[in-house]
């Protein structure tokens, strides 16, 4: 599969798991539907400075187009383990900063 058409799948997916349209989508990166519809068919490219957009938008890591199997980046999968696991452990820290700090009293 060519690179462009996993792009596109990836963008399409994604702004469905959104429960955005074309529309909304494109209104909040500034391109026009046309263009949206063209990147999600595999039709064009995105440049850096609209994938960063399209990243940010879509609340997603912007390797996440490039995947061949994004699914391991939705809900209930990797990521949110994986920030989890970050969760717990700054939780942790913190509080032996605040034990170490009440110690120092």
Not at 16 to 45: N, P, W, Y
Not at 53 to 78: G, K, N, Q, W
Request: charged residues 30%.
């Amino acid at each position: 599969m060519e690179i462009k058409s996993i792009f596109g799948e990836n963008l399409k997916r994604c702004r469905k798991a959104k429960k955005l349209s074309q529309e909304q989508l494109s209104e909040q990166v500034d391109i026009s539907v046309k263009h949206l519809s063209a990147l999600e068919r595999g039709v064009t490219f995105v440049s850096a400075e609209l994938l960063e957009r399209l990243a940010v938008s879509l609340e997603v890591p912007a390797f996440y187009f490039f995947v061949h199997e994004p699914e391991i980046f939705c809900a209930d999968t990797l990521l949110n383990r994986v920030d989890a696991i970050i969760e717990n452990r700054l939780v942790k820290v913190i509080n032996e900063i605040k034990s170490d700090i009440r110690q120092t009293r």
